[in-house]
């Protein structure tokens, strides 16, 4: 149930953005899913359709944009910036989930320029909002 207490944070930051804007409709909202989060992104989809408040008109025709957050790393000794599909057959789409968890990363990712096993993730974590598209009654 994991999606759904991710789902129910989402909706809760929304409410507030919709709140702090004054929005009178929230249309489109942009969630982006770090690969390392390892949710299913379809369940996560349709938990956020169940969490949304349907008391809250504000929320009637609000459409939920998911993408995925490919993870990226970055060499501590020699600053390199690199993926775990580096050296693979590049996905056509880049949304192939990557499921690891950090620490089992450090026993096989290594550095492509220097091969150290020391970097630090710079993205694929987490769960974050972008935009948010809406309305205001003026
Ligand atoms: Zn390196």
Same mark, same amino acid.
Request: with cysteine.
């Given at each position: ?10 909706? $809760?930051?929304?409410?507030? =953005? ?5 929005? #009178? &409709?929230?249309?489109? %909202? @942009? ?13 996560? $989809?349709?938990?956020?359709? =169940? ?5 809250? #008109? &504000?929320?009637?025709? %609000? @459409? ?9 790393c ?10 775990p599909?580096?050296?693979?057959? #590049?996905?056509?789409?880049?949304? @192939?989930?990557?499921?690891f968890v950090p620490e089992l990363a450090h026993s096989y990712l290594r ?5 150290s096993p020391d970097f ?19």
């Amino acid at each position: 149930m994991h999606e759904y207490a991710l789902a129910d944070a989402v909706i $809760a930051a929304v409410r507030k =953005t919709a709140a702090d804007e004054r929005l #009178a &409709r929230v249309l489109r %909202v @942009e969630v982006r899913v770090g690969a390392l989060q390892s949710i299913d992104e379809h369940t996560f $989809a349709r938990a956020l359709d =169940t969490v949304r408040p349907p008391d809250d #008109a &504000r929320f009637a025709a %609000v @459409e939920f944009a998911l993408s995925l957050v490919p993870v990226r790393c970055r060499c501590r000794p020699c600053g390199a910036e690199y993926g775990p599909e580096v050296g693979a057959e #590049a996905d056509a789409h880049g949304a @192939e989930a990557i499921h690891f968890v950090p620490e089992l990363a450090h026993s096989y990712l290594r550095c492509p320029r220097c091969q150290s096993p020391d970097f630090d993730i710079l993205e694929g974590r987490g769960v974050t909002i972008g935009r948010i598209e809406g309305e205001r009654d003026e």
